[in-house]
């Protein structure tokens, strides 16, 4: 019986080591170094061929298939990168570090899609690293044509994130991306921290971080200075968190444009203690006009300083960027709902004279729009700053300087 208890023991203890040093070996990082699969920094070998055989893919393919934390190692150096996808889904966590500088095509005839680095079908993704992304922008942009050709080619985005849940973006810093430096779609709980965008202020359609059917987003303590929206929300973004961002040049932090198709609908965004300087616009939210029914609620624009933005608060539902929409069916059509908005400790300078500007639908006005504390200045001609308002029923609260129009 003793010898029998032993050997039930033994073979207890063995069973137990086994599954505690196979949890123990997979939780392990291992490094999977794009150099040692070929890649060279020399800043004009192209490392990315069509093979699935070349540096990067195959790097990112054995760590995918590896059960414990892969990492895989950009080092130091310059790589001139074509297209790539790395997608999933992977058997462990995917630690993406970027050391060096990855640099795009110049011409975008060598584009088949619009991406230039995409990520996939992924969970627990991390990216980070302190390298740049240089999407070598200025080269492309004169082929941006999109607003007088509706048939345009979208230019690529720098990094986008498609279902990818679970993950986080930090200390990483983008250039001169030829169309946004960050695309999320249909991502869940992904945080964004660290980062710094910066294109010239003149860049079309540079938006810094673009986000699209996707929630729980949480961006932070980021730096993002470019031509067009520093951060975008439109349709299916729900559960934004946006907090620290310096902005400026850009056209500010913004919802929309939504009602180019039914349905649309944002909802549960709150911004603060975020900095804008020299921006288009500060916190914006802007709908189609004309648009289809679509929603926009629950939105907090809190703790935010201004400095000499030209459009510090906007509500604008007329909004027609392009000569051929001006013309489809007036210009106060927009059929998006909303609702239950709050600006909230705002102060700074504009700009320009109208420091506020709520422009809603007259078919569905904006309903329950607060503002509270509000205290910005205008050091132009024509007197102090004042506000507008068109079809908006709410409420003003505390300081209003300029005088609310509620």
């Known amino acids: 019986m003793v010898t029998l208890?032993?050997?039930?023991?033994?073979?207890?203890?063995?069973?137990?080591?086994?599954?505690?040093?196979?949890?123990?070996?997979?939780?392990?990082?291992?490094?999977?170094?794009?150099?040692?699969?070929?890649?060279?920094?020399?800043?004009?070998?192209?490392?990315?061929?069509?093979?699935?055989?070349q540096a990067f893919l195959r790097a990112w393919y054995d760590g995918c298939r590896w059960g414990g934390r892969s990492v895989i190692y950009i080092p130091y150096g310059t790589y001139k990168l074509?297209?790539?996808?790395?997608?999933?889904?992977?058997?462990?966590?995917?630690?993406?570090?970027?050391?060096?500088?990855?640099?795009?095509?110049?011409?975008?005839?060598?584009?088949?899609?619009?991406?230039?680095?995409?990520?996939?079908?992924i969970d627990r993704l991390v990216v980070k690293g302190g390298g740049y992304l240089d999407g070598q922008g200025a080269a492309a942009w004169p082929y941006n044509d999109c607003s007088k050709n509706p048939k345009c080619m979208p230019l690529p985005v720098t990094m986008r994130f498609d279902f990818v849940t679970n993950s986080r973006i930090h200390h990483l810093r983008s250039i001169n991306s030829k169309n946004s430096h960050i695309n999320l779609f249909a991502c869940n709980n992904v945080n964004i921290s660290y980062v710094r965008l910066t294109a010239p202020d003149e860049s079309p359609n540079t938006d810094?971080?673009?986000?699209?059917?996707?929630?729980?987003?949480?961006?932070?303590?980021?730096?993002?200075?470019?031509?067009?929206?520093?951060?975008?929300?439109?349709?299916?973004?729900?559960?934004?968190?946006?907090?620290?961002v310096t902005c400026g040049p850009g056209h500010g932090i913004s919802i929309g444009s939504l009602g180019r198709t039914p349905g649309e609908v944002v909802t549960g965004i709150n911004v603060r203690n975020c900095t804008f300087i020299g921006s288009q616009n500060g916190a914006r939210i802007k709908t189609w006009a004309p648009s289809l029914s679509s929603v926009a609620s629950d939105i907090f624009f809190g703790d935010i300083y201004m400095e000499n933005v030209h459009n510090p608060i906007l509500i604008d539902q007329q909004y027609c960027p392009t000569p051929s929409c001006s013309d489809q069916l007036g210009q106060d059509n927009s059929k998006v709902q909303i609702s239950n908005v709050t600006f909230s400790n705002i102060w700074g300078t504009s700009s320009s004279k109208v420091a506020v500007t709520l422009k809603c639908s007259k078919l569905v006005p904006c309903k329950n729009v607060q503002l509270d504390n509000i205290n910005l200045k205008y050091h132009g001609r024509g007197g102090p700053a004042t506000s507008s308002c068109l079809n908006v029923i709410g409420d003003s609260y505390g300081r209003q300087s300029p005088p609310s129009c509620l």
């Open 5 to 53: 208890a032993y050997a039930i023991f033994g073979l207890c203890f063995l069973v137990f080591f086994s599954i505690a040093n196979a949890k123990y070996y997979h939780s392990q990082l291992k490094y999977f170094n794009v150099k040692d699969y070929g890649a060279v920094a020399d800043d004009k070998r192209d490392n990315s061929q069509t093979s699935l055989l």
């Open 82 to 121: 074509r297209e790539v996808s790395f997608e999933g889904p992977c058997n462990g966590m995917m630690i993406f570090v970027i050391k060096g500088v990855l640099k795009a095509p110049t011409h975008i005839s060598l584009f088949s899609t619009n991406t230039w680095i995409g990520f996939r079908y």
């Open 208 to 244: 810094g971080i673009h986000i699209g059917l996707s929630t729980n987003i949480k961006i932070s303590r980021t730096v993002i200075q470019t031509g067009d929206d520093c951060i975008a929300m439109v349709t299916g973004s729900r559960n934004i968190e946006i907090s620290n």
